[in-house]
């Protein structure tokens, strides 16, 4: 497994630039369990915060740890994924909803959650999903958290579900379907961008049609790491790491054609107010 060497080239930018945050990684995956102090290390010195995204309740533990131990900088988001629907069963799901309700001080939002249909075919776990996507919907307008969503081939789906059950505080992350653009940017919700953005014409029209107001700069890591041919590689090939932000903060600015501390600046405030950090 290569770490990935964005350092190299371009740690010049991001030592220019303090403020930027990671509003979504998973600093609770396995492929950090050897280093994870130094990850972290590493992306204190580039960025203003982190934000670790729990999808599982094997990881939440990790995550609370996480959070207590860099206080003010690694910050986290509570939810199940949905291609992991097959595995919980209700008790299970009960059970977890009650220890994020139990440590909701702990907590900045609820997610990821939504739908994937890319990892789920079936109807009736599609069903299952849509009940757990309603479910945390409910959690988080009890616990006034923002929600963080993820949807796969079942964006309109996912924001049908969203406009009928949430509050107007949603993060679209990963969100690549630029024919739902208007519905989301008129819902006020925010769309946080990763380096899928370097290689996909799809969601270079999603940003440059995006309000700056309504982005925010995330990594997916350990997912979404760049290898040295500038493509994006399996995580077990390249891992990730959150200041790669600097680069995708790098490419919006060339798209809107702003100059990088506006962006910086711009989308770092989107991520304090949206998650009240
Ligand atoms: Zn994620």
């Not at 060497?5 to 010049?12: A, E, M, N, P, R």
């Not at 209700?90 to 959650?113: C, F, L, P, Q």
């Not at 776990?125 to 796969?152: C, Y």
């Not at 653009?181 to 769309?191: A, E, M, Q, S, Y």
Request: with cysteine; charged share 25%.
């Amino acid at each position: 497994m290569m770490i990935i060497d964005h350092k190299k080239v371009f740690i010049s930018i991001c030592m220019l630039f303090l403020f930027m945050i990671d509003t979504h990684c998973h600093l609770e995956q396995p492929d950090y369990d050897k280093d994870r102090k130094e990850v972290i290390k590493r992306c204190r010195n580039q960025l203003q915060a982190v934000i670790t995204s729990c999808v599982n309740p094997r990881y939440f533990e990790l995550t609370l740890q996480l959070v207590q131990q860099y206080k003010d900088f690694v910050f986290a988001t509570a939810g199940i994924h949905p291609s992991y629907i097959k595995t919980f069963s209700h008790g299970k799901i009960r059970e977890y909803v009650d220890w994020i309700t139990s440590n909701k001080d702990s907590i900045v939002a609820i997610g990821e959650t939504g739908l994937d249909y890319n990892w789920v075919k079936e109807t009736n776990w599609r069903k299952k999903q849509k009940q757990l996507f309603v479910r945390l919907i409910e959690i988080a307008n009890q616990l006034q958290l923002p929600l963080v969503i993820h949807s796969r081939d079942a964006t309109e789906d996912a924001i049908a579900v969203l406009e009928q059950y949430a509050d107007e505080h949603v993060q679209m992350h990963m969100f690549t379907n630029y024919s739902c653009l208007k519905r989301v940017v008129d819902n006020g919700w925010l769309i946080s961008v990763n380096t899928l953005l370097l290689r996909s014409k799809g969601i270079r029209k999603i940003v440059r049609d995006c309000p700056l107001e309504q982005l925010m700069l995330e990594t997916d890591s350990p997912w979404l790491g760049i290898g040295e041919d500038g493509n994006i590689k399996p995580k077990d090939i390249v891992r990730n790491e959150p200041f790669a932000v600097c680069l995708v903060g790098k490419k919006i600015a060339e798209i809107k054609k702003m100059d990088i501390k506006q962006v910086d600046e711009q989308t770092t405030d989107n991520a304090v107010k949206f998650f009240n950090l």
